[in-house]
C-alpha cells in the first residue's frame, strides 16, 4: 500500500511538472490577424478541470482513511 502512495505521489508531482512547463506555450499561442484565438487558454482550463475532477474522484472513491 505504502508502494501505491509513493508511486501515485511520483507520478502526480511528474504530472504536475510537465504542466508547470507546457501551460505557459499553450496560453501565449499567438493567432495573427482577426479575432484573438483563445484556444490555448481553453484547453488550460480543460486540463485544471479534469485534473480537480480526478482528484475528487480518487479523494472520494479511491482514498483509504
Known amino acids: ?15 504536475a511538472g510537465v504542466l508547470a512547463i ?6 501565449n499561442a499567438p ?3 482577426g479575432a484573438p484565438d483563445y ?5 488550460l482550463y480543460y486540463v485544471m478541470i479534469g485534473g ?3 482528484y475528487g474522484v480518487y479523494d472520494t472513491f479511491l482514498k483509504k482513511s
Open 52 to 54: 480537480i475532477l480526478l
Open 1 to 15: 500500500m505504502i508502494m501505491m502512495k509513493r508511486l501515485l505521489e511520483a507520478m502526480s508531482m511528474s504530472v
Open 31 to 33: 493567432a495573427g490577424e
Open 39 to 43: 484556444s490555448g487558454i481553453t484547453w
Open 22 to 27: 507546457v501551460t505557459p506555450v499553450l496560453a
